[in-house]
């Protein structure tokens, strides 16, 4: 079982490795955008991006090498190679997981983009509720026959109930992806915040 003879791996093999460990990282890309655009820095693209990367990475890369190692006290050459391409594949993932990390704060900026989009929308209905106010005396229990026609809802709030009538006034709140929990909320003019945005955890 132990013997060094002919243990060194082929530089042709090493390269057939070393290719195995770029396709792997390469894949990272595509699924690093896809990450990015579903993801959207919510708390479950951390946990599959940082978190895994985090605790997976090394591990893997650590057991890859191991492997690596150990295959070169192997004399039968196939039991050797076999475990070198073990070693390739750990190594590999650990190199996949690594590159999904910047897909993260990309999805942060997204969720930003998001957020950003969701409150303008809220703040351009407004003046319709405003009008409704003055014409019937108070704000409307519901706000779908205010929305503008033609224009889609943002993200954050397209099949969600962002509107509420609380009293004599008005709420929006929609969650955000990003925190564990928690989201963004707009009381009007009237209320005691007077027409701010708060963020709530």
């Given at each position: 079982?132990?013997?060094?003879?002919?243990?060194?791996?082929?530089?042709?093999?090493?390269?057939?490795?070393?290719?195995?460990?770029?396709?792997?990282?390469?894949?990272?890309?595509?699924?690093?955008?896809?990450?990015?655009?579903?993801?959207r820095?919510?708390v479950?693209?951390?946990?599959?991006?940082?978190v895994?990367?985090?605790?997976?990475?090394?591990?893997?890369?650590?057991?890859?090498?191991?492997?690596?190692?150990?295959?070169?006290?192997?004399?039968?050459?196939?039991?050797?190679?076999?475990?070198?391409?073990?070693?390739?594949?750990?190594?590999?993932i650990?190199?996949?997981?690594?590159?999904?990390?910047?897909?993260?704060?990309?999805?942060?900026?997204?969720?930003?983009?998001?957020?950003?989009?969701?409150?303008?929308?809220?703040?351009?209905?407004?003046?319709?509720?405003?009008?409704?106010?003055?014409?019937?005396?108070?704000?409307?229990?519901?706000?779908?026959?205010?929305?503008?026609?033609?224009?889609?809802?943002?993200?954050?709030?397209?099949?969600?109930?962002?509107?509420?009538?609380?009293?004599?006034?008005?709420?929006?709140?929609?969650?955000?992806?990003?925190?564990?929990?928690?989201g963004?909320?707009?009381?009007?003019?009237?209320?005691?915040?007077?027409?701010?945005?708060?963020?709530?955890?």
């Open positions: 079982m132990v013997s060094m003879k002919d243990s060194s791996p082929k530089p042709r093999f090493i390269l057939r490795q070393l290719l195995l460990v770029g396709i792997l990282g390469g894949a990272a890309l595509p699924a690093s955008l896809i990450a990015t655009l579903v993801g820095g919510s479950e693209h951390f946990v599959f991006s940082v895994a990367a985090l605790l997976g990475m090394q591990l893997l890369i650590l057991w890859g090498v191991v492997l690596c190692v150990l295959a070169r006290r192997y004399e039968d050459s196939g039991i050797r190679r076999r475990m070198q391409w073990a070693a390739a594949v750990l190594v590999g650990g190199h996949f997981s690594l590159l999904l990390v910047p897909s993260y704060p990309a999805g942060l900026l997204l969720n930003f983009r998001d957020v950003r989009a969701a409150r303008y929308y809220c703040e351009s209905l407004t003046p319709r509720l405003e009008s409704h106010l003055k014409a019937n005396g108070e704000y409307p229990a519901e706000v779908d026959s205010l929305l503008p026609s033609g224009r889609p809802l943002p993200r954050l709030l397209n099949g969600r109930q962002f509107y509420r009538r609380v009293g004599a006034d008005y709420e929006f709140a929609f969650l955000d992806p990003s925190p564990v929990w928690g963004h909320s707009y009381f009007s003019s009237t209320a005691r915040s007077r027409g701010k945005w708060e963020r709530w955890n």
